[in-house]
């Protein structure tokens, strides 16, 4: 199975830019990836989601026009793309992936079947 391990995580200021990465221990390319966050006190939410063919982004409405999502599945790596960051954006920031055999489909629900253990993102004011 595909194991996952986040990095890039840190403490940035508001307005900041970061690119967190989650790197894969096999073959990506079948895989729907997802980023999800948790922040204190609150519920893990889906954050953005990119379909298997890289064909469809899927986002949550509060970082749209800020995160983007980006993968290189020659690399079996997928990155989050954070840009003006957030005090709100706080969080720890988790990796997901799901086989999906609908190349250009994907969900930020949480139906997926892999998770890396995080990396925690915290945005200053």
């Known amino acids: 199975q595909v194991q996952l391990v986040e990095s890039g995580g840190g403490l940035v200021q508001a307005g900041d830019s970061l690119r967190l990465s989650c790197a894969a221990s096999?073959?990506?390319?079948?895989?729907?990836m997802g980023w999800f966050r948790q922040a204190p006190g609150k519920e893990r939410e889906g954050v953005i989601c990119v379909s298997s063919s890289g064909s469809s982004i899927n986002y949550t409405d509060s970082v749209k026009g800020r995160f983007t999502i980006s993968r290189d599945n020659a690399k079996n790596t997928v990155f989050l793309h954070m840009s003006r960051l957030k005090p709100e954006d706080t969080a720890v920031y988790y990796c997901?992936?799901?086989?999906?055999?609908?190349?250009?489909?994907?969900?930020?629900?949480?139906?997926?079947?892999?998770w890396g253990r995080g990396t925690q993102v915290i945005v200053s004011s």
């Open positions: 997901a992936a799901n086989y999906n055999p609908s190349p250009d489909r994907c969900t930020i629900l949480p139906h997926y079947g892999l």
């Open positions: 096999g073959r990506t390319s079948s895989y729907t």
